[in-house]
Structures are given as structure tokens and as C-alpha cells.
């Protein structure tokens, strides 16, 4: 059992009733500190918590190994999925929060995504910017109307549209409710993002 401890992270309790928790999961070379502000503009009140990716590139912190830009060590992303999960499950108990609603931004979307794949349970739900396929060969998981934003970039370089496509195919067969925007945007986020992410998830109770 992977002891909660093993990831560095902040955690921010909610100050509003109701709200959901926010398990936010940053970029390559990010840290726990960066998806702080959109956790508090996209659910204001919500409890955040928010994990240091465990696996260094060159320095720089990541929630799994890659072999090249947009080629997963597979055997990588699965083991990690897990140790974020129990991570999830042991950080609720101390926390005494609901299940998250988890907000990822690519390397962090693409762990969220695997995540909801491997272990349904630990997610209320999944807003996935700029996420791709993260396992060729994933587990048939039964995601039961689990809610999924998921936002691509159309000029996205690192992620193509025909790979966001799949994932949001791959989604809604294993049983999510995804609703999938392509902004006119690249890999970067835009104010659109914010916005959309918002309006979505004050639909999520
Ligand atoms: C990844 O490695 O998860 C994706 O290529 C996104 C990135 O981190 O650049």
C-alpha cells in the first residue's frame, strides 16, 4: 500500500458545502503548487489536492515515464495509475473528503485518464485537458456515466486530433459521459478553457 506521504503535494480544504473536490494534476516539469489558481477559478471553495508527479525527465516532475515525446512506457503508466490511486484513497481518509472530480493537464490528463481506466473508483469524474490515448491495451472498465470533460487543442502539436478522438471513443464505450470540445487552440491552455471548465462543472453534483 503506497503510503500517501510518498507524493509531495498540497492540500487546500473547501470552504463551500457541496462543492467538489479538486484532485488536480499538473504538466511535465510542473509541481504541486501550479494548477492551484485554475483549481480555485474553475469550483471556487472546493477542497484541492494536488500531488508532485513521482518519475524526474531530466528534472523535471511527471506522473509516468515516456519513451519519446507521446510514446508511453505502458508498464509505467499502469503501475503509476495505481500508486496515484491508493495515494487518492489514503489522502480522502486523512482528509475526510468525497471522491475528487480529477482536473489534468496533459502529462497530468493523461495519468487521470489512465487512472479513470485502472480504478474507477477514485475519480467522481475527470476534466482532461489536452489528454491522448494513455494505454494502447486498457483494462475494460465500467465507468457508469462517469462525467468527462475532455478539451483538445485544434492546433495542438503534441497531440493529434485523431488521438483525442479515440480517447473519447474509448471513454464513452467503457461507460463515461464525455463531452469532448476541440478549442482553436495549441497544447497550451486559453481562457476558453477556464470558462468551459467551469460552466461543466457546476453541472456535476
Ligand atoms: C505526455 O508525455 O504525457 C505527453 O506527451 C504530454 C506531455 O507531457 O508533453
Redesign the pocket.
Known amino acids: 500500500m503506497t503510503d500517501e506521504t510518498a507524493f509531495t503535494y498540497r492540500f487546500e480544504p473547501g470552504s463551500k458545502p457541496g462543492a467538489p473536490p479538486l484532485l488536480l494534476l499538473h504538466?511535465?516539469g510542473g509541481d504541486e503548487n501550479d494548477l492551484l489558481p485554475l483549481g480555485g477559478m474553475i469550483s471556487p471553495g472546493s477542497a484541492l489536492l494536488s500531488p508532485r508527479g513521482r518519475v524526474l525527465e531530466h528534472g523535471m516532475p511527471?506522473f509516468f515515464r515516456?519513451l519519446a515525446?507521446?510514446v508511453?512506457d505502458e508498464d509505467d503508466v499502469r503501475k503509476r495509475a495505481l500508486e496515484l490511486g491508493a495515494f487518492v484513497a489514503d489522502a480522502r481518509q486523512r482528509r475526510g473528503i468525497a471522491q475528487p472530480v480529477a482536473v489534468g493537464f496533459?502529462?497530468g490528463a493523461?495519468i487521470a485518464a489512465a487512472l479513470l481506466l485502472m480504478k474507477p473508483d477514485a475519480l467522481a469524474g475527470a476534466i482532461l485537458l489536452r489528454a491522448?490515448v494513455p494505454l494502447s491495451d486498457p483494462p475494460q472498465a465500467k465507468l457508469n456515466g462517469k462525467p468527462v470533460l475532455l478539451l483538445s487543442g485544434q492546433a495542438d502539436p503534441?497531440v493529434p486530433a485523431h488521438n483525442s478522438a479515440k480517447l473519447a471513443t474509448l471513454l464513452s464505450d467503457a461507460g463515461a459521459h464525455v463531452d469532448h470540445k476541440i478549442l482553436p487552440a495549441g497544447h497550451q491552455l486559453s481562457q476558453a478553457d477556464v470558462m468551459l471548465a467551469r460552466d461543466w462543472i457546476g453541472g456535476v453534483d
Open positions: 504538466g511535465t511527471r515516456r515525446e507521446g508511453f496533459s502529462n493523461n491522448m503534441i
